[in-house]
């Protein structure tokens, strides 16, 4: 045999184990891609059948929890969703924080170191202009400017705006007092008579700063805390209101309903 017919073989023999290779390679392609439209149909057949989960339920208005009092809107929408708001519930922790620390202090000014209110208005002025008497005098003297004092207007608009909104706040509480001493409520005018009795105590208990300070300690913790435990206390409010109904019920059954109503309630029904 030539060396010639010997390369012919050895070619012709690489030529057979490649061509078996590549058919190797196909075939296998073939074994291992055919399952896969399969295993995908039943992965989405799985996704449909599997049961979707349930959202969580949360404490968003449009849950089953009954808020108190009826109440539709979030927390910081009923105190009016502004500035106030935001101090009421420390969304400014450092403005709401300084509000109280202030009314903290007047607190303690006036009711524990017994300070007057004129006395506090006189010393302060006299520190004030003391201090910027000398600082204008002295300025020639230690060379530096003189303090700049701004001049100082009332604005004629805020003070009308501001009137206008008391006198029709007073309007409409003078309304409501005549709506409720028309005898056309009695569930109200109960609840009027008790909210005073209740105010007149405290008055007695304390003085009116005190019960001011009061207020204003309530109206920046309540809230908040409120804000904060909202589900826990709605449950239990929702508890009382139903045990205070029922109580209401026997006592209008008993009671009420055996009190003569007044003149004004029979004309409207005419």
Same mark, same amino acid.
């Given at each position: 045999?030539?060396?010639?017919?010997?390369?012919?073989?050895?070619?012709?023999?690489?030529?057979?184990?490649?061509?078996?290779?590549?058919?190797?390679?196909?075939?296998?392609?073939?074994?291992?891609?055919?399952?896969?439209?399969?295993?995908?149909?039943?992965?989405?057949?799985?996704?449909?059948?599997?049961?979707?989960?349930?959202?969580?339920?949360?404490?968003?208005?449009?849950?089953?929890?009954?808020?108190?009092?009826?109440?539709?809107?979030?927390?910081?929408?009923?105190?009016?969703?502004?500035?106030?708001?935001?101090?009421?519930?420390?969304?400014?922790?450092?403005? /709401? #924080?300084?509000?109280?620390?202030?009314?903290? %202090?007047?607190? @303690? !000014?006036? &009711?524990?170191?017994?300070?007057?209110? *004129?006395?506090?208005?006189?010393?302060?002025?006299?520190?004030?202009?003391?201090?910027?008497?000398?600082?204008?005098?002295?300025?020639?003297?230690?060379?530096?400017?003189?303090?700049?004092?701004?001049?100082?207007?009332?604005?004629?608009?805020?003070?009308?705006?501001?009137? /206008? #909104?008391?006198?029709?706040?007073?309007?409409? %509480?003078?309304? @409501? !007092?005549? &709506?409720?001493?028309?005898?056309?409520? *009695?569930?109200?005018?109960?609840?009027?008579?008790?909210?005073?009795?209740?105010?007149?105590?405290?008055?007695?208990?304390?003085?009116?700063?005190?019960?001011?300070?009061?207020?204003?300690?309530?109206?920046?913790?309540?809230?908040?805390?409120?804000?904060?435990?909202?589900?826990?206390?709605?449950?239990?409010?929702?508890?009382?209101?139903?045990?205070?109904?029922?109580?209401?019920?026997?006592?209008?059954?008993?009671?009420?309903?055996?009190?003569?109503?007044?003149?004004?309630?029979?004309?409207?029904?005419?």
């Amino acid at each position: 045999m030539t060396e010639h017919e010997e390369h012919k073989v050895e070619k012709e023999e690489q030529d057979e184990s490649l061509m078996d290779k590549i058919s190797e390679k196909l075939h296998f392609s073939n074994h291992s891609s055919s399952p896969a439209p399969a295993s995908s149909s039943s992965d989405s057949d799985d996704e449909k059948k599997r049961p979707t989960s349930p959202a969580p339920e949360t404490s968003s208005f449009g849950s089953k929890v009954r808020r108190l009092f009826g109440r539709e809107r979030p927390v910081h929408k009923v105190f009016g969703g502004g500035k106030p708001a935001d101090v009421f519930l420390w969304r400014n922790k450092k403005i /709401s #924080a300084g509000f109280l620390g202030g009314a903290t %202090a007047i607190w @303690v !000014l006036f &009711e524990v170191v017994e300070y007057h209110l *004129l006395t506090l208005l006189c010393h302060g002025l006299m520190i004030a202009l003391a201090g910027l008497f000398l600082w204008s005098n002295a300025s020639t003297f230690i060379h530096k400017s003189a303090p700049h004092i701004p001049e100082v207007h009332i604005p004629e608009k805020p003070v009308l705006e501001f009137a /206008s #909104a008391l006198r029709n706040e007073i309007n409409r %509480a003078l309304a @409501v !007092l005549r &709506e409720i001493a028309s005898g056309r409520d *009695l569930k109200t005018f109960l609840l009027v008579i008790g909210g005073l009795w209740l105010a007149s105590i405290l008055g007695g208990c304390c003085d009116f700063l005190t019960l001011f300070y009061i207020i204003v300690a309530v109206l920046h913790t309540v809230p908040v805390l409120y804000e904060k435990y909202e589900d826990q206390v709605d449950a239990f409010a929702e508890k009382a209101l139903h045990e205070l109904k029922k109580q209401y019920a026997v006592f209008d059954a008993k009671v009420l309903s055996k009190i003569p109503r007044g003149p004004l309630k029979d004309k409207k029904k005419d």
